[in-house]
């Protein structure tokens, strides 16, 4: 089936630089989005790739290869409000498939 | 706009029990999805309607579980009869077009005893 898949738990501290990937299944691939969700809220989107590169916004940044079926998130300038899970969700034509969620969690 | 908009927010029900969910999506949005969340399963695209029509409901979990969307500003998620493992948070989202940002409501957390 069609299954992403995530780093379970990431740590660093504030002011730091997170990567957190995602790798996908390639058939029917349509595009790749990053939602946030804090701990009792809902999922908020953060961004969108469709095409290989870089899409930048503000302290975060998602980047898509299609060719190695991957992509990433970046946090760039790291705070205390960032600890958050990710989620990368793909699209395949007309089903969207969520990633598991890698739990981000920023020390002082 | 008021975003998307669930309700109720909390749900506590006894097994056996029908359970029903309500959303009602962003103005103009013509795609709605429904999902739910659990520790142990992630969040689960249950079923998702374009222009109010169902596309794809494979990830409904059987036959107790239905939804409706009867017009652009509503839709229903039922559970009947409801079990305890179906405790969980169900979202409801809507977005402007397929590939487009989703917009999440509040959330349901519903708990089946």
């Known amino acids: 089936g069609q299954s992403l898949e995530q780093p379970s738990e990431v740590t660093a501290v504030e002011g730091a630089i997170v990567q957190i990937n995602c790798t996908y299944q390639t058939s029917g691939f349509y595009g790749l989005s990053w939602y946030q969700q804090h701990d009792g809220g809902a999922p908020t989107f953060l961004s969108y790739n469709a095409l290989d590169g870089l899409e930048e916004t503000g302290r975060f940044s998602s980047f898509l290869s299609r060719s190695d079926s991957y992509g990433y998130l970046l946090l760039q300038e790291l705070q205390m409000k960032d600890s958050a899970s990710y989620f990368c969700?793909?699209?395949?034509?007309?089903?969207?498939?969520f990633g598991p969620g890698t739990r981000l969690s920023v020390l002082p | 706009d008021a975003g998307v908009i669930q309700s109720p927010r909390h749900e506590v029900t006894e097994m056996g029990q029908e359970v029903t969910l309500r959303c009602k999506p962003i103005s103009g949005h013509n795609s709605l999805f429904w999902y739910r969340q659990t520790m142990m399963r992630g969040l689960e695209l249950l079923i998702y309607f374009n222009n109010n029509v169902p596309i794809d409901d494979s990830g409904m979990p059987e036959d107790r579980f239905s939804a409706k969307m009867p017009n652009a500003s509503f839709s229903t998620l039922k559970i009947q009869p409801s079990e305890p493992r179906d405790s969980a948070v169900y979202f409801c989202a809507s977005t402007a077009g397929t590939g487009d940002e989703q917009f999440f409501g509040p959330g349901t957390r519903l708990t089946v005893l």
């Open positions: 969700a793909a699209i395949y034509g007309q089903n969207f498939v």
